[in-house]
Protein backbone atom coordinates (compact mmCIF):
# COMPACT_ATOMS: atom_id res chain seq x y z
CA UNK A 1 0.00 0.00 0.00
CA UNK A 2 1.41 3.66 -0.84
CA UNK A 3 1.58 5.60 1.51
CA UNK A 4 0.67 9.62 0.96
CA UNK A 5 4.01 11.98 0.05
CA UNK A 6 4.71 15.08 2.29
CA UNK A 7 2.80 18.06 1.31
CA UNK A 8 6.69 19.84 0.92
CA UNK A 9 7.96 17.50 -1.81
CA UNK A 10 5.09 17.07 -3.67
CA UNK A 11 5.47 17.02 -7.48
CA UNK A 12 4.52 20.43 -9.97
CA UNK A 13 3.10 18.31 -13.28
CA UNK A 14 0.91 20.89 -14.72
CA UNK A 15 4.04 23.33 -15.84
CA UNK A 16 4.86 24.51 -19.22
CA UNK A 17 5.53 21.18 -20.66
CA UNK A 18 2.06 20.00 -19.58
CA UNK A 19 0.61 23.12 -21.37
CA UNK A 20 2.43 22.08 -24.85
CA UNK A 21 1.75 18.67 -24.48
CA UNK A 22 -1.25 17.38 -21.60
CA UNK A 23 -1.42 14.11 -23.01
CA UNK A 24 2.25 13.52 -23.03
CA UNK A 25 2.20 14.53 -19.14
CA UNK A 26 -0.59 11.71 -18.24
CA UNK A 27 1.14 9.17 -19.80
CA UNK A 28 4.19 9.54 -18.31
CA UNK A 29 2.78 9.68 -15.16
CA UNK A 30 0.35 6.52 -15.58
CA UNK A 31 3.71 4.86 -16.96
CA UNK A 32 5.16 5.40 -13.12
CA UNK A 33 1.78 4.32 -11.11
CA UNK A 34 -1.77 4.64 -11.26
CA UNK A 35 -2.37 7.43 -8.83
CA UNK A 36 -0.57 10.16 -7.76
CA UNK A 37 -0.22 12.59 -4.72
CA UNK A 38 0.61 16.00 -6.54
CA UNK A 39 0.10 19.89 -5.89
CA UNK A 40 -1.84 21.91 -8.39
CA UNK A 41 0.02 25.44 -10.02
CA UNK A 42 -1.80 26.63 -6.85
CA UNK A 43 -0.07 24.81 -4.46
CA UNK A 44 -3.21 22.97 -3.47
CA UNK A 45 -2.40 19.19 -2.75
CA UNK A 46 -4.48 16.52 -4.87
CA UNK A 47 -4.75 13.03 -6.00
CA UNK A 48 -4.83 12.05 -9.59
CA UNK A 49 -6.07 9.33 -10.36
CA UNK A 50 -5.11 8.15 -14.35
CA UNK A 51 -6.39 4.63 -15.11
CA UNK A 52 -9.53 3.82 -17.11
CA UNK A 53 -10.57 1.61 -14.78
CA UNK A 54 -9.75 2.93 -11.53
CA UNK A 55 -11.57 6.47 -13.09
CA UNK A 56 -14.80 4.95 -13.95
CA UNK A 57 -15.15 3.10 -11.05
CA UNK A 58 -14.66 6.70 -8.93
CA UNK A 59 -16.77 8.15 -10.84
CA UNK A 60 -19.72 5.88 -9.58
CA UNK A 61 -18.54 5.15 -6.19
CA UNK A 62 -21.07 6.86 -3.11
CA UNK A 63 -18.15 7.80 -0.72
CA UNK A 64 -16.56 10.03 -3.16
CA UNK A 65 -18.77 13.19 -2.13
CA UNK A 66 -18.74 15.90 -4.80
CA UNK A 67 -20.16 17.97 -1.71
CA UNK A 68 -17.63 20.36 -0.57
CA UNK A 69 -18.94 19.88 3.21
CA UNK A 70 -16.98 16.68 3.26
CA UNK A 71 -13.40 18.67 1.81
CA UNK A 72 -10.60 19.20 4.62
CA UNK A 73 -8.04 20.93 2.70
CA UNK A 74 -6.79 21.16 -0.34
CA UNK A 75 -8.78 21.82 -4.19
CA UNK A 76 -12.14 22.86 -3.65
CA UNK A 77 -13.27 23.95 -6.64
CA UNK A 78 -14.93 27.06 -9.13
CA UNK A 79 -15.73 29.76 -6.27
CA UNK A 80 -19.65 30.44 -6.41
CA UNK A 81 -22.02 32.59 -4.59
CA UNK A 82 -23.84 30.02 -2.00
CA UNK A 83 -26.87 30.69 -4.37
CA UNK A 84 -25.32 29.33 -7.49
CA UNK A 85 -23.51 26.52 -5.66
CA UNK A 86 -26.46 24.07 -4.60
CA UNK A 87 -26.44 22.26 -8.10
CA UNK A 88 -26.56 18.81 -9.06
CA UNK A 89 -22.55 18.86 -9.29
CA UNK A 90 -21.96 19.62 -6.25
CA UNK A 91 -24.56 17.61 -4.30
CA UNK A 92 -24.80 13.82 -3.10
CA UNK A 93 -27.77 11.44 -2.78
CA UNK A 94 -30.49 12.26 -1.38
CA UNK A 95 -30.63 15.80 -2.72
CA UNK A 96 -29.12 15.22 -6.15
CA UNK A 97 -31.49 12.24 -6.93
CA UNK A 98 -34.52 14.49 -5.74
CA UNK A 99 -33.20 17.37 -7.64
CA UNK A 100 -32.66 15.29 -10.75
CA UNK A 101 -36.23 13.32 -10.68
CA UNK A 102 -37.63 16.97 -10.68
CA UNK A 103 -35.31 18.48 -13.17
CA UNK A 104 -35.18 15.37 -15.77
CA UNK A 105 -38.98 16.08 -16.33
CA UNK A 106 -38.38 18.99 -17.73
CA UNK A 107 -35.20 17.97 -19.84
CA UNK A 108 -36.74 15.57 -21.92
CA UNK A 109 -35.26 13.95 -24.89
CA UNK A 110 -38.67 15.44 -26.47
CA UNK A 111 -38.23 18.59 -26.03
CA UNK A 112 -34.12 18.68 -27.15
CA UNK A 113 -35.65 17.16 -30.04
CA UNK A 114 -37.94 20.57 -31.03
CA UNK A 115 -34.65 22.60 -30.82
CA UNK A 116 -33.15 20.22 -33.84
CA UNK A 117 -34.99 22.97 -35.78
CA UNK A 118 -33.41 26.24 -33.82
CA UNK A 119 -29.77 24.49 -34.06
CA UNK A 120 -29.70 23.79 -37.49
CA UNK A 121 -31.02 27.36 -38.29
CA UNK A 122 -28.84 28.79 -36.04
CA UNK A 123 -25.79 26.79 -37.14
CA UNK A 124 -26.58 28.33 -41.17
CA UNK A 125 -26.32 31.49 -39.73
CA UNK A 126 -23.53 31.46 -37.98
CA UNK A 127 -22.14 29.95 -41.57
CA UNK A 128 -23.14 33.03 -43.41
CA UNK A 129 -20.91 34.76 -40.62
CA UNK A 130 -18.00 32.55 -41.21
CA UNK A 131 -18.28 32.87 -45.52
CA UNK A 132 -18.75 36.17 -45.22
CA UNK A 133 -15.47 36.49 -43.36
CA UNK A 134 -13.72 34.38 -45.43
CA UNK A 135 -14.20 36.27 -48.54
CA UNK A 136 -13.43 39.54 -47.05
CA UNK A 137 -10.02 38.51 -45.01
CA UNK A 138 -7.48 36.05 -45.71
CA UNK A 139 -8.59 33.96 -42.65
CA UNK A 140 -11.62 33.71 -40.11
CA UNK A 141 -11.45 32.55 -36.53
CA UNK A 142 -13.77 29.64 -36.16
CA UNK A 143 -13.90 29.78 -32.60
CA UNK A 144 -15.40 33.83 -32.49
CA UNK A 145 -17.70 33.34 -35.19
CA UNK A 146 -18.89 29.97 -35.41
CA UNK A 147 -18.16 27.32 -32.28
CA UNK A 148 -18.77 30.20 -29.00
CA UNK A 149 -22.31 31.67 -30.62
CA UNK A 150 -23.63 28.33 -31.81
CA UNK A 151 -24.13 27.02 -28.05
CA UNK A 152 -25.31 30.27 -26.11
CA UNK A 153 -27.60 30.95 -29.10
CA UNK A 154 -29.29 27.30 -28.01
CA UNK A 155 -29.00 28.09 -24.52
CA UNK A 156 -30.71 31.27 -25.63
CA UNK A 157 -33.49 29.48 -27.28
CA UNK A 158 -33.72 26.90 -23.90
CA UNK A 159 -34.24 29.82 -21.27
CA UNK A 160 -36.29 32.26 -23.98
CA UNK A 161 -33.78 35.07 -23.28
CA UNK A 162 -35.63 38.11 -24.93
CA UNK A 163 -33.71 39.36 -27.81
CA UNK A 164 -32.59 42.65 -27.11
CA UNK A 165 -30.92 40.78 -24.03
CA UNK A 166 -28.55 38.22 -26.00
CA UNK A 167 -26.00 39.98 -27.06
CA UNK A 168 -25.24 41.22 -22.98
CA UNK A 169 -25.92 37.61 -21.60
CA UNK A 170 -23.47 36.35 -24.46
CA UNK A 171 -20.86 39.28 -23.52
CA UNK A 172 -21.00 38.02 -19.64
CA UNK A 173 -20.80 34.07 -20.13
CA UNK A 174 -17.74 34.52 -22.49
CA UNK A 175 -16.24 37.21 -19.38
CA UNK A 176 -17.37 34.08 -17.03
CA UNK A 177 -15.50 31.42 -18.89
CA UNK A 178 -12.29 33.31 -20.07
CA UNK A 179 -12.30 36.24 -17.47
CA UNK A 180 -9.52 38.94 -17.90
CA UNK A 181 -8.83 38.64 -13.99
CA UNK A 182 -10.95 37.56 -10.78
CA UNK A 183 -12.65 41.29 -10.60
CA UNK A 184 -14.45 40.84 -14.34
CA UNK A 185 -14.59 36.77 -13.32
CA UNK A 186 -16.97 37.82 -10.00
CA UNK A 187 -18.84 40.57 -11.74
CA UNK A 188 -19.53 38.82 -14.41
CA UNK A 189 -21.29 35.59 -12.28
CA UNK A 190 -22.91 38.64 -9.92
CA UNK A 191 -24.56 39.99 -13.13
CA UNK A 192 -25.48 36.93 -14.90
CA UNK A 193 -26.80 35.61 -11.15
CA UNK A 194 -28.58 38.76 -11.37
CA UNK A 195 -29.90 38.21 -15.29
CA UNK A 196 -31.70 34.77 -13.92
CA UNK A 197 -33.21 35.79 -11.08
CA UNK A 198 -34.83 37.98 -13.26
CA UNK A 199 -35.71 35.83 -15.78
CA UNK A 200 -36.99 33.03 -13.34
CA UNK A 201 -39.21 35.80 -11.43
CA UNK A 202 -40.58 36.78 -15.54
CA UNK A 203 -41.34 32.74 -16.03
CA UNK A 204 -43.36 32.81 -13.05
CA UNK A 205 -45.67 35.58 -13.81
CA UNK A 206 -45.64 34.49 -17.39
CA UNK A 207 -45.26 30.92 -18.13
CA UNK A 208 -43.77 29.84 -21.53
CA UNK A 209 -42.90 26.71 -23.74
CA UNK A 210 -39.46 27.03 -22.48
CA UNK A 211 -36.83 25.08 -20.33
CA UNK A 212 -37.58 27.82 -17.35
CA UNK A 213 -41.16 27.29 -17.24
CA UNK A 214 -41.43 23.88 -17.56
CA UNK A 215 -38.62 23.86 -14.22
CA UNK A 216 -40.99 26.04 -12.17
CA UNK A 217 -43.96 23.68 -12.93
CA UNK A 218 -42.06 20.16 -12.23
CA UNK A 219 -43.38 18.91 -9.62
CA UNK A 220 -42.59 15.30 -7.65
CA UNK A 221 -46.03 14.57 -5.87
CA UNK A 222 -45.38 17.49 -3.58
CA UNK A 223 -41.80 18.49 -4.00
CA UNK A 224 -40.83 21.68 -6.29
CA UNK A 225 -37.36 23.47 -6.79
CA UNK A 226 -36.33 26.06 -4.64
CA UNK A 227 -35.93 29.48 -5.44
CA UNK A 228 -32.22 29.01 -4.90
CA UNK A 229 -32.74 25.26 -6.92
CA UNK A 230 -34.08 26.82 -9.98
CA UNK A 231 -31.49 29.67 -10.33
CA UNK A 232 -28.66 26.88 -9.15
CA UNK A 233 -29.27 24.85 -12.41
CA UNK A 234 -29.85 27.36 -14.25
CA UNK A 235 -26.71 28.56 -14.08
CA UNK A 236 -25.83 25.03 -14.10
CA UNK A 237 -26.90 24.58 -17.57
CA UNK A 238 -25.81 27.54 -18.79
CA UNK A 239 -21.99 26.76 -17.77
CA UNK A 240 -22.36 23.05 -18.56
CA UNK A 241 -23.90 24.03 -22.02
CA UNK A 242 -21.90 26.62 -23.24
CA UNK A 243 -18.44 25.78 -21.79
CA UNK A 244 -17.67 22.06 -23.61
CA UNK A 245 -19.94 22.21 -26.39
CA UNK A 246 -18.20 25.38 -27.31
CA UNK A 247 -14.68 24.04 -26.86
CA UNK A 248 -15.55 20.41 -28.97
CA UNK A 249 -16.48 22.01 -31.62
CA UNK A 250 -13.41 23.72 -32.49
CA UNK A 251 -11.24 21.39 -31.19
CA UNK A 252 -13.04 18.74 -33.05
CA UNK A 253 -13.06 20.29 -36.24
CA UNK A 254 -8.91 21.00 -35.54
CA UNK A 255 -8.68 17.19 -35.25
CA UNK A 256 -10.47 16.52 -38.31
CA UNK A 257 -8.49 18.82 -40.26
CA UNK A 258 -5.40 17.30 -39.13
CA UNK A 259 -6.58 13.70 -40.05
CA UNK A 260 -7.42 14.18 -43.72
CA UNK A 261 -8.41 11.15 -44.46
CA UNK A 262 -10.90 10.47 -41.50
CA UNK A 263 -12.23 13.77 -42.31
CA UNK A 264 -12.88 12.62 -46.52
CA UNK A 265 -14.49 9.63 -44.78
CA UNK A 266 -16.76 12.13 -43.24
CA UNK A 267 -17.45 14.40 -46.34
CA UNK A 268 -18.33 11.74 -48.53
CA UNK A 269 -20.92 9.88 -46.15
CA UNK A 270 -21.92 12.62 -43.56
CA UNK A 271 -23.90 9.26 -41.92
CA UNK A 272 -20.52 8.78 -39.99
CA UNK A 273 -21.11 12.10 -37.86
CA UNK A 274 -22.23 10.77 -34.88
CA UNK A 275 -19.72 7.85 -34.74
CA UNK A 276 -17.24 10.53 -35.16
CA UNK A 277 -18.48 12.83 -32.51
CA UNK A 278 -18.05 10.01 -29.91
CA UNK A 279 -14.47 9.41 -30.73
CA UNK A 280 -13.84 12.93 -30.45
CA UNK A 281 -15.68 12.78 -27.22
CA UNK A 282 -12.96 10.16 -26.55
CA UNK A 283 -9.96 11.60 -28.37
CA UNK A 284 -10.28 15.61 -27.66
CA UNK A 285 -12.48 15.95 -25.11
CA UNK A 286 -11.68 19.44 -23.40
CA UNK A 287 -12.94 19.06 -19.81
CA UNK A 288 -9.58 16.61 -18.84
CA UNK A 289 -11.08 16.40 -15.33
CA UNK A 290 -14.00 15.31 -13.90
CA UNK A 291 -15.51 17.48 -11.09
CA UNK A 292 -13.28 17.47 -7.93
CA UNK A 293 -14.28 14.50 -5.28
CA UNK A 294 -13.74 14.18 -1.74
CA UNK A 295 -13.56 10.74 0.38
CA UNK A 296 -16.14 10.84 2.91
CA UNK A 297 -13.88 7.66 5.00
CA UNK A 298 -10.29 6.64 4.05
CA UNK A 299 -10.13 4.53 0.84
CA UNK A 300 -7.98 2.37 -1.15
CA UNK A 301 -7.41 3.77 -5.24
CA UNK A 302 -5.31 0.86 -7.04
CA UNK A 303 -3.60 0.37 -3.84
CA UNK A 304 -2.90 3.63 -2.25
CA UNK A 305 -4.45 4.84 0.77
CA UNK A 306 -6.82 8.08 0.26
CA UNK A 307 -7.71 9.82 3.33
CA UNK A 308 -11.01 11.11 3.84
CA UNK A 309 -11.38 14.60 2.80
CA UNK A 310 -8.64 15.01 0.55
CA UNK A 311 -9.05 16.35 -2.86
CA UNK A 312 -9.48 13.20 -5.51
CA UNK A 313 -9.42 14.36 -9.38
CA UNK A 314 -10.19 11.76 -11.49
CA UNK A 315 -8.38 12.34 -15.43
CA UNK A 316 -10.87 11.81 -17.93
CA UNK A 317 -8.56 12.44 -20.54
CA UNK A 318 -5.74 10.11 -19.33
CA UNK A 319 -8.17 7.06 -19.19
CA UNK A 320 -9.24 7.95 -22.40
CA UNK A 321 -6.07 7.26 -23.76
CA UNK A 322 -5.52 4.38 -21.72
CA UNK A 323 -3.84 1.24 -23.16
CA UNK A 324 -5.33 -0.91 -21.37
CA UNK A 325 -8.76 0.06 -22.28
CA UNK A 326 -8.05 1.55 -25.72
CA UNK A 327 -6.35 -0.41 -28.46
CA UNK A 328 -3.71 2.29 -30.33
CA UNK A 329 -5.03 5.03 -27.81
CA UNK A 330 -3.53 7.68 -29.38
CA UNK A 331 -5.15 6.99 -33.00
CA UNK A 332 -7.88 8.90 -34.26
CA UNK A 333 -10.71 6.57 -35.84
CA UNK A 334 -14.17 7.12 -36.31
CA UNK A 335 -14.71 3.71 -37.49
CA UNK A 336 -12.87 2.71 -33.91
CA UNK A 337 -15.22 -0.64 -32.56
CA UNK A 338 -15.46 0.65 -29.03
CA UNK A 339 -17.30 4.32 -28.86
CA UNK A 340 -18.07 4.24 -24.71
CA UNK A 341 -16.49 6.86 -23.18
CA UNK A 342 -16.35 8.76 -19.54
CA UNK A 343 -16.59 12.54 -21.16
CA UNK A 344 -20.11 13.00 -20.64
CA UNK A 345 -19.74 11.77 -16.72
CA UNK A 346 -20.86 7.57 -15.63
CA UNK A 347 -23.01 6.80 -12.49
CA UNK A 348 -25.14 9.43 -10.59
CA UNK A 349 -23.94 12.64 -12.43
CA UNK A 350 -24.25 11.72 -15.85
CA UNK A 351 -25.10 14.80 -17.91
CA UNK A 352 -28.96 15.19 -18.38
CA UNK A 353 -28.02 17.56 -21.50
CA UNK A 354 -26.68 14.96 -23.26
CA UNK A 355 -28.28 13.95 -25.98
CA UNK A 356 -28.43 17.96 -26.21
CA UNK A 357 -24.61 17.96 -26.58
CA UNK A 358 -24.20 15.90 -29.19
CA UNK A 359 -27.03 17.14 -31.21
CA UNK A 360 -25.56 20.56 -31.08
CA UNK A 361 -21.61 19.22 -31.87
CA UNK A 362 -23.23 16.84 -34.79
CA UNK A 363 -24.93 20.14 -36.25
CA UNK A 364 -22.60 21.97 -35.91
CA UNK A 365 -19.78 19.37 -37.33
CA UNK A 366 -21.89 18.54 -40.19
CA UNK A 367 -22.44 22.55 -41.59
CA UNK A 368 -19.18 23.14 -41.40
CA UNK A 369 -18.05 19.98 -43.41
CA UNK A 370 -21.06 21.13 -46.12
CA UNK A 371 -20.50 24.63 -46.21
CA UNK A 372 -16.74 24.74 -46.23
CA UNK A 373 -15.42 21.66 -48.26
CA UNK A 374 -12.09 23.57 -48.69
CA UNK A 375 -11.65 24.48 -45.23
CA UNK A 376 -8.02 24.35 -44.09
CA UNK A 377 -5.99 25.74 -41.41
CA UNK A 378 -4.66 29.64 -41.82
CA UNK A 379 -1.33 28.93 -39.87
CA UNK A 380 0.85 26.71 -39.12
CA UNK A 381 -0.42 24.17 -36.52
CA UNK A 382 2.73 25.14 -33.83
CA UNK A 383 0.92 28.60 -34.22
CA UNK A 384 -1.82 27.47 -32.28
CA UNK A 385 -2.70 29.07 -29.01
CA UNK A 386 -4.46 27.11 -26.16
CA UNK A 387 -5.98 28.08 -23.05
CA UNK A 388 -4.52 25.13 -20.98
CA UNK A 389 -4.69 24.69 -16.80
CA UNK A 390 -4.85 21.22 -15.01
CA UNK A 391 -8.54 21.11 -15.87
CA UNK A 392 -9.02 21.82 -19.47
CA UNK A 393 -7.03 21.99 -22.76
CA UNK A 394 -9.11 24.30 -25.55
CA UNK A 395 -8.51 26.59 -28.30
CA UNK A 396 -8.19 30.08 -27.87
CA UNK A 397 -8.98 30.42 -31.71
CA UNK A 398 -8.86 28.68 -34.12
CA UNK A 399 -7.87 30.87 -37.78
CA UNK A 400 -9.30 29.16 -40.82
CA UNK A 401 -9.01 29.72 -44.45
CA UNK A 402 -11.17 28.22 -47.60
CA UNK A 403 -7.90 28.91 -49.81
CA UNK A 404 -6.25 26.01 -51.52
CA UNK A 405 -2.78 26.65 -51.01
CA UNK A 406 -1.45 27.98 -47.65
CA UNK A 407 -1.39 31.42 -47.17
CA UNK A 408 1.01 33.28 -45.45
CA UNK A 409 -1.36 35.77 -43.53
CA UNK A 410 -0.88 36.79 -40.02
CA UNK A 411 -3.18 35.52 -36.83
CA UNK A 412 -4.38 38.94 -36.46
CA UNK A 413 -6.06 39.33 -39.85
CA UNK A 414 -8.56 36.75 -38.53
Known amino acids: MTSPASAD ?160 F ?38 GDDLLSALIAARDEDDRLTEDELVSLAFLILMAGSENSQHLISTGLLTLLNHPAQLAALQNNPALIPQAVEELLRYTHPNHMAIRRFPTEDIEIAGTRIRAGDTVLLCLASAHRDPARYPDPDRFDIHRDDQTHLALGHGMHYCLGAPLARMEIQIALRTLLHRFPQLTLAVPRQQLKWRTSFRSHALKLLPVTTHTTFPPVPEAAC
Open 170 to 207: SDQVNTMLDPPGREQLAAAISTIHQFLLDLVATRRAAP
Open 9 to 168: VLPRPFDQTHSADPYATYRRLSTQAPVHRVALPDGSPVWLVLQETDVRTGLSDPRLSVNKAHASGGYTGFDLPPALDANLLNIDPDDHLRLRRLVSRAFTPRHVETLRAHVEAAAERLADDLAHQLTSAPCADVVATFANPLPLTVIGDLFDVPVRDRQT
